[in-house]
Nanobody, 124 residues
Framework: QVQLVESGGGLVQAGGSLRLSCAAS????????MGWFRQGPGKEREFVAA????????YYADSVKGRFTISRDNAKNTVYLQMNSLKPEDTAVYYC?????????????????WGQGTQVTVSS
């Protein structure tokens, strides 16, 4: 069993930056692919970014490509999402997810464990 806890959310002005962290406990994340998803007000949860177990492969939604960067530190059992050039439409609850396979994925059902989420609000 893996427990995931997100942190780093908050209120930021458009154009600003935030760095989200996802800390895992219970098991090492080094054999899990990881992903970030988000759910905006009145919207369905959507894929944001994913990273393979080694960090060698990363994937992004078109809406965040070039602005967000996913990374991981397996020694610290932590995954990060660096978010730059934030826009009001990035406002959402951001969720971290772990997948019991090496290869990253972009669909919710492919992930086995989820965090509780952290709120990100971008003001215009």
């Amino acid at each position: 069993q893996v427990q995931l806890v997100e942190s780093g959310g908050g209120l930021v002005q458009a154009g600003g930056s935030l760095r989200l962290s996802c800390a895992a406990s219970g098991r090492t994340l080094s054999t899990y692919a990881m992903g970030w998803f988000r759910q905006g007000p009145g919207k369905e949860r959507e894929f944001v970014a994913a990273i393979s177990w080694s960090g060698g492969s990363t994937y992004y939604a078109d809406s965040v490509k070039g602005r967000f960067t996913i990374s991981r530190d397996n020694a610290k059992n932590t995954v990060y999402l660096q978010m730059n050039s934030l826009k009001p439409e990035d406002t959402a609850v951001y969720y971290c997810a772990a997948r019991r396979l090496f290869i990253a994925a972009s669909r919710e059902y492919e992930y086995d464990y989820w965090g509780q989420g952290t709120q990100v609000t971008v003001s215009s």
